[in-house]
Every structure is written in C-alpha cells, then in structure tokens.
C-alpha cells in the first residue's frame, strides 16, 4: 500500500466464503487494501481447520481499509449487500456453517448509526428478517498466505459469487452525497 494510511478507515465485513467477498470488495474504487481473517470467536490465532471443523465461533471475514474521501461506509455497504443473501443464517451460497455469516463488525463506534440505518433500509426490501450480525470487532486473525487474494492466484477457484458482481465493483464509483 502505498498511501498515507492515517485519514483511512476500516471495517471488517464476512459474507459466507472470504475468497469472493474479498475480491469483490477489492476491486472497488475508494478501498485501498484488503485481507481475509477470522473475526469474533472464542479462540486465539485458529487454523482454516480449526475454524471450519473445530467450532470456534470465528466468522470468514474480510478486513477492509478504505479512503473516506473516496466513498462512505454507506455505500460500501450498499455493494455488500449486493453479493451476500441478507437473510440466510450461516450459509451464503453452497457453504453451510456458522463461518459463513454474515457480519459487519466496526472498530470506529461512530459508524454504529450508519451501519445501523443501512440494514434498517435493507430490512424494507425483505419479508424475511436480516439476518447480518452487526457487532464491535473482539478479534480478527489474519488467515493463512494461501487464502490471500485467492482468486487472484486461483481464477478458477470456487465462489459464490458470480463473475458479473465482479465487474459491477470495477465499475462502482460513489457520487458522495
């Protein structure tokens, strides 16, 4: 990375399989870095093993830096959403298990209001209940090399996420009103 870090924000964001959440988010205009971890269980540095078979509590979750200049968690969010299904419990896709929640989980307690508002707004196109668990980050564990940029070093690799979502966060650029 190489600009100044101390204007940015982060906000760590799980949505079922880290690889596709993360690559989707990567490409959007306005974050500036990513990575994969495991984010808010009951263990201390877990394995992939360890999180998917061992019930640690840990959710698949992509920390993400981003220039609040460039665009507003709102709209982060608003993408977000567009690639997770906001009501399923513990699966997202084919990935079944309480890895796979959804998550947002802030460091800054002054975007509680706006993470907030935005699922209340995701709520009035759902019958169903939301289902994103909105929690202040416990811990994150950055996952192992091989999970970094996944689909990047592995363009054929899983996801549940479809290759025009993809394209769309290239694309994305918010108006910052």
């Known amino acids: 990375m190489n600009q100044n870090t101390n204007n940015m924000k982060e906000i760590y964001l799980a949505g079922g399989c880290f690889w596709g959440t993360e690559k989707y988010l990567a490409n959007i205009g306005g974050i500036i870095e990513t990575n994969v971890g495991y984010a808010n269980g009951n263990t201390e540095n877990p394995t992939y093993e360890e999180v998917c078979h061992h019930n640690t509590g840990h959710a698949e979750t992509v920390k993400v ?3 609040p200049k460039q665009i507003r968690l709102e ?8 690639v997770i299904n906001p009501t399923s419990v513990n699966r997202q896709g ?3 298990g309480s890895q796979y ?7 800054d307690s002054n975007d509680v209001e706006t993470i907030l508002a935005s699922i209340k707004e995701l709520q009035t196109k759902y019958e169903k209940p939301i289902a994103i668990e909105v929690l202040p980050l416990q811990n994150y564990y950055i996952a192992e090399e091989y999970h970094q940029k996944y689909l990047d070093k592995n363009p054929q690799g899983y996801c549940h996420i479809g290759v025009d979502k993809f394209e769309k966060a290239k694309l994305a ?3 910052m009103k």
Do not use: A
């Not at 709209?75 to 567009?82: A, M, N, V």
């Not at 959804?102 to 460091?107: A, E, H, P």
């Open 101 to 107: 929640r959804t998550g947002i989980y802030y460091v």
């Open 173 to 175: 650029k918010d108006d």
């Open 75 to 82: 709209y982060i969010l608003t993408l977000y959403y567009d």
């Open 65 to 67: 830096i981003y220039d």
């Open 94 to 96: 084919n990935d079944i």
